[in-house]
């Protein structure tokens, strides 16, 4: 056992001279592979902690959401509708939403307004996300200008501003009362955006989606899963679109895989010839191309897996943040909790280390077992 484990430590060692001898094309060989490895990591943190983060946020989305279709579009759903929704079995509350979108002329910028009864909102009073607060320059106690539908000026003040932890969700929203919602976009009486529906027992959903639906053609059930369901579509669906981006990056590595799988150089022929004639086994010479190919995966992988890790966690992914999360003028900034699946990395080992190692082994395998007078005179 000591006897192999020298044996092994000392052709590590001549393989580390040996690349060495030709650092200039193993250097360049290793940033190449380092960037693939570095970008696909990256791509892979970045979409896995948003997913995430979505599922955190989602699971306090109400058991069903029911919308009303006009002409296969959303529309205004009558609140008379809640009442006969409540008395379903199995429906525990049912509770009318008031929320919509209000475009800034100013910026450019949409927000996202709701309707709440909280503490925090008052007559005339507002809480707004940390986005809006940044993009209009504004701080608690100032005068926020809206116009409403029927351009009836509507002036309200800042109560409070949400903080940046928080910016995930609301960093583009405006919470009114009720009251000041109406006025602002002229809403109709005895109506509402949606209704959320509590269900007591998770299992029941689909049946209470299902006579919702019966008692009301023109509506539109959504179960919490399918919202959680489309979410997690869309992030997946992104991080596809990226991917074929960096198509180019995993171009490259596939030709130096080649490079290495098709044949040796002239040098290296040689260098297996010189190594053969002193008295190296095949076996040893197998080896030390299998400790190259090793050091410089792992070394690539390793490195890259690392500071993909630091682009995503602590600079917040600034290569393609925005090609993930969306466009708008109103981006949320925000901290993304370090997460790291395993089966995914073991993935993308498999895919770049495993392949590239076996490329070395095998041309060295028929420069090997050829006479080493052949070899050096090649």
């Avoid at 995930?168 to 000041?180: G, K, N, R, V």
């Avoid at 299992?203 to 919702?212: F, G, H, N, R």
């Avoid at 086994?281 to 190259?292: A, G, P």
């Amino acid at each position: 056992m000591k006897r192999a484990l020298e044996r092994h430590l000392n052709i590590l060692d001549f393989t580390l001279a040996s690349l060495l001898r030709r650092k200039a094309k193993n250097f360049s060989l290793l940033a190449v592979y380092l960037l693939v490895v570095f970008m696909l990591a990256s791509l892979q943190f970045f979409v896995t902690a948003l997913k995430r983060e979505a599922a955190i946020i989602l699971s306090d989305t109400p058991d069903l959401i029911v919308q009303r279709l006009s002409a296969g579009r959303q529309d205004l759903v009558p609140v008379g509708y809640a009442e006969e929704i409540a008395r379903i079995r199995g429906v525990t509350q049912v509770r009318p939403r008031l929320w919509g979108y209000y475009y800034d002329a100013l910026n450019g910028a949409n927000y996202t307004v709701i309707a709440s009864d909280d503490p925090m909102v008052a007559p005339s009073r507002a809480a707004v996300g940390a986005g809006v607060a940044k993009t209009r320059n504004l701080a608690v106690g100032d005068l926020v200008p809206l116009t409403s539908y029927d351009k009836t000026p509507l002036m309200v003040e800042i109560g409070s501003i949400f903080p940046h932890s928080s910016d995930l969700i609301a960093a583009d929203m405006i919470i009114l009362t009720p009251e000041d919602f109406k006025l602002l976009f002229n809403f109709p009486k005895g109506q509402a955006t949606d209704l959320a529906v509590s269900v007591r027992n998770p299992k029941e959903l689909s049946t209470v989606a299902a006579k919702i639906a019966d008692r009301f053609p023109d509506s539109r059930p959504i179960l919490k899963s399918e919202i959680q369901r489309t979410y997690q579509s869309i992030f997946d669906w992104r991080g596809g679109m990226t991917l074929i981006i960096l198509a180019s990056a995993l171009l490259s590595f596939i030709i130096f895989a080649w490079d290495r799988a098709t044949g040796l150089s002239a040098e290296e022929r040689k260098e297996i010839g010189i190594l053969k004639s002193i008295g190296w086994e095949t076996s040893d010479v197998l080896l030390l191309k299998f400790w190259e190919g090793t050091v410089i995966s792992l070394t690539a992988f390793l490195l890259g897996v690392v500071l993909a890790y630091g682009h995503v966690f602590f600079l917040s992914a600034p290569l393609f943040a925005q090609a993930l999360k969306g466009w708008s003028v109103i981006y949320p900034r925000f901290q993304l909790v370090p997460v790291v699946d395993a089966y995914q990395l073991a993935v993308l080992f498999f895919l770049t280390v495993i392949p590239y190692t076996t490329a070395t082994v095998v041309p060295c395998w028929r420069a090997a077992t050829t006479d080493p007078d052949a070899a050096m005179r090649s």
